[in-house]
């Protein structure tokens, strides 16, 4: 489904933004569910809301509305091609988040990489970014360091505790060329693809208008989720729940053969 073009971007470049839209039809209908969403956790930050996908109990305490829809939205075979093209054909969804930054009082993402969170060995992951609503400089758009995943290798980052922040770590400063970033500008059901060591960030947004956006988070199945390190990364962030996170086998296999597709999915 993508071009050889555009594959060769994504490995270069570490993302890559496809000449592709979901249809009018399901973006309404993420619209739709994601105020739903909302409405049912009145007391929760709509920044970032974890695993909507899933019904199982949330240490973040949101409450799961239609996760049927969202677990459809992130199998979708056109999806699931375009990954399959960047990282291959056997492929886990082993989670998802809405960013849902608000207008007006919107948080910064600090620059960071996914991997520094994330309990995945060896460390690979594609993460498909969908735009709910219009993504722009004004509302906070997504900004990528090109190339910065070469290497495959986690750079230094820090902990800080600003209450404006999404992540409670960014990289140092040295790390990385400010410089050299790119926006990543969409349309509602453009797609853009990130590598899992590219360094990545957004601002705040202080629009009048909200940004939105689903992300759904892959590995291939030749990588092992850990839900022994998963217990570490719980400790410290205290609002993800790795060790009981439910996986997906959404093409293929389970090639490293470690992967647990059972637990995370028994009635709660």
């Keep these: 489904m993508l071009s050889h073009g555009q594959i060769d971007h994504y490995h270069e470049k570490g993302y890559v933004i496809p000449d592709y839209r979901l249809s009018?039809?399901?973006?309404?209908?993420?619209?739709?569910?994601?105020?739903?969403l909302i409405e049912a956790n009145p007391d929760m930050t709509s920044d970032a809301m974890f695993v909507p996908h899933l019904s199982q109990a949330n240490p973040q305490g949101m409450k799961a509305t239609n996760p049927e829809k969202w677990q459809n939205y992130a199998c979708h075979n056109d999806v699931l091609d375009m990954v399959s093209d960047l990282i291959g054909n056997h492929l886990a969804l082993w989670g998802t988040t809405v960013f849902g930054k608000p207008a007006g009082n919107g948080k910064e993402t600090p620059w960071h990489q996914d991997g520094q969170y994330w309990p995945i060995r060896p460390l690979a992951c594609c993460s498909a970014w969908i735009a709910i609503d219009d993504v722009g400089v004004e509302n906070g758009c997504m900004r990528v360091i090109p190339g910065s995943h070469k290497?495959?290798?986690l750079l230094q980052h820090h902990v800080v505790s600003r209450d404006n922040l999404t992540l409670h770590e960014e990289l140092d400063d040295d790390q990385f060329d400010e410089s050299q970033a790119v926006d990543i500008l969409l349309k509602p059901g453009q797609i853009s693809f990130h590598d899992v060591n590219i360094v990545h960030g957004s601002r705040r947004n202080t629009s009048a208008v909200r940004r939105a956006g689903y992300v759904l988070r892959f590995m291939p199945t030749t990588s092992h989720f850990d839900r022994k390190i998963g217990?570490?990364?719980?400790?410290?962030?205290?609002?993800?729940?790795?060790?009981?996170?439910?996986?997906?086998l959404v093409r293929g296999v389970d090639r490293c053969g470690l992967n647990d597709y059972e637990i995370g999915h028994t009635a709660n």
Excluded at 231 to 240: A, D, H, N, P, T
């Design 24 to 36: 009018e039809d399901i973006v309404e209908d993420m619209h739709r569910e994601l105020n739903i």
């Design 151 to 153: 290497g495959d290798k």
């Design 231 to 248: 217990q570490e990364f719980e400790r410290e962030s205290k609002v993800v729940n790795f060790s009981n996170r439910g996986l997906i």
